[in-house]
Each structure stands twice: as C-alpha cells, then as structure tokens.
C-alpha cells in the first residue's frame, strides 16, 4: 500500500494524543520511546500492506489500524491489548478533527446509504485480497440500516502483524464511532470474536 499523503497525516494527526494517553496510564519517558520506536514501523508497516484501492474509503480505517498496531508492538509486551484500547479510544477522541470526520456526514440519508451500498456491492467483486467484503442492508426507513462484513480488512492487517489479539479492540471503537455518527450500534458478533460475519445494525439517535 503507498499513500504517504495519508499515512503523514494519520502520524500527525494522533501522535501526540497517543503519547499523552500511553504516558498516562505508564510514564512521560515509556511513552516516548514507544512512540519513537512506532513510527518508523508504522510507515514500515503501511508500505509492506497489500494494496486496497486507492480510492476506497475503508482505507482510513485500515491506516489507522496500522498506527495503532505500530504502538502495540512498539510497545514490546507491556502494553496489554485492553489497555492499547482505552489508549486507542481516549486519544482518538480528544482529537477535534477526527470527531468531525465522522460528524460531517448524514448517515440516514438515502443518498450516503446508497453510495454505501455501491461501496459494499464493489467489495463483493473482491478486487483487492486485503480489502473488506461487505454486505448493506437497507432499513424499513433511512433512519436505520445494517452492514454485514464476511471480511474484514483491519481483522486481515492485524492477522499479518501477528497481532491479532487486538481485533475486538477494534470493534469496540466502532460504538465510539457512532457516537460521532448520531447512531446507535448494535453488533451482537464479530469475525474478531469467531463470528461467521460482523453484523452491525445502526439506528439514528431521537
């Protein structure tokens, strides 16, 4: 994968955040040399991952992945996965601007659900082995939706890391996500967890 546009920008974005959180839950002088040994594996990391399409939008998610497995790793054992999560959620939202990604778009409108389902549609055509294969579901009315995923792209990142133990993390953050969405997600099974498929249902908030 090389988008180095992306891949700047995600480090930039959230590496002070991380740090700050890691050396809250260790100590200022861990949290720097985990965040000092991360990013060269991180950018290490994005360029050996197979590509997804340039113009996918569930490559953010799947970069942002990296980043949070580059600390996990970076890490050297002593951060649990538990604690790379709390680490993970609490950085990502004191970030105003990765709150307003997510809050810039309606997602209960009948035109972002079809280009979500154009999207899903695509993957089923998998293109691209380390992409995600999804399915939409439309609602009885826009205010609710469903997404199946018979593959996961981050779960297929954190599987060749070698860090898969990070998975259900990484499904817990999508509540915090729709938070951000104005929905709320029920996902009663994940690949993460040994799920045949991730069943998310969002609902908008009232």
Same mark, same amino acid.
Request: aromatic letters at 14%; a positive charge.
């Given at each position: 994968?090389?988008?180095?546009?992306?891949?700047?920008?995600?480090?930039?974005?959230?590496?002070?955040? =991380? &740090? &700050?959180?890691?050396?809250?839950?260790?100590?200022?002088?861990? $949290?720097?040399?985990?965040?000092?040994?991360?990013?060269?594996?991180?950018?290490?990391?994005?360029?050996?991952?197979?590509?997804?399409?340039?113009?996918?939008?569930?490559?953010?998610?799947?970069?942002?992945? $990296?980043?949070?497995? @580059?600390?996990?790793?970076?890490?050297?054992?002593?951060?649990?996965?538990? /604690?790379?999560?709390?680490? *993970?959620? @609490? @950085?990502?939202?004191?970030?105003?601007?990765?709150?307003?990604?997510?809050? *810039?778009?309606?997602?209960? @409108?009948?035109?972002?659900?079809?280009?979500?389902?154009? /999207?899903?549609?695509?993957? /089923?055509? &998998?293109?691209? /082995? $380390?992409?995600?294969?999804?399915?939409?579901?439309?609602?009885?009315?826009?205010?609710?939706?469903?997404?199946?995923?018979?593959? %996961?792209?981050?779960?297929?990142?954190?599987?060749?890391?070698? =860090?898969?133990?990070?998975?259900?993390? *990484? %499904?817990?953050?999508?509540?915090?996500?729709?938070?951000?969405?104005?929905?709320?997600?029920?996902?009663?099974?994940?690949?993460?967890?040994?799920?045949?498929? %991730?069943?998310?249902?969002?609902?908008?908030?009232?």
């Amino acid at each position: 994968m090389n988008n180095i546009i992306y891949t700047r920008a995600i480090w930039l974005l959230f590496n002070k955040s =991380c &740090r &700050r959180q890691i050396a809250i839950k260790f100590d200022t002088y861990f $949290a720097k040399e985990v965040m000092k040994r991360a990013k060269p594996n991180y950018f290490k990391m994005i360029r050996r991952a197979p590509a997804v399409g340039k113009h996918n939008p569930m490559l953010i998610n799947i970069m942002v992945t $990296a980043f949070v497995a @580059s600390i996990y790793k970076a890490g050297e054992g002593k951060i649990a996965p538990e /604690q790379m999560g709390t680490i *993970m959620t @609490s @950085s990502m939202e004191s970030v105003s601007l990765f709150r307003k990604f997510f809050e *810039m778009n309606d997602y209960f @409108s009948k035109g972002w659900q079809d280009k979500r389902n154009e /999207q899903a549609l695509r993957s /089923q055509q &998998r293109e691209y /082995q $380390a992409d995600f294969v999804s399915e939409f579901i439309y609602g009885k009315t826009v205010d609710e939706y469903g997404l199946k995923n018979y593959e %996961c792209g981050i779960y297929k990142l954190l599987k060749r890391e070698d =860090c898969v133990e990070l998975a259900p993390q *990484m %499904c817990k953050f999508d509540h915090v996500m729709a938070k951000y969405m104005n929905a709320n997600l029920k996902l009663t099974k994940t690949l993460a967890t040994g799920g045949d498929f %991730c069943d998310f249902w969002y609902t908008k908030r009232q």
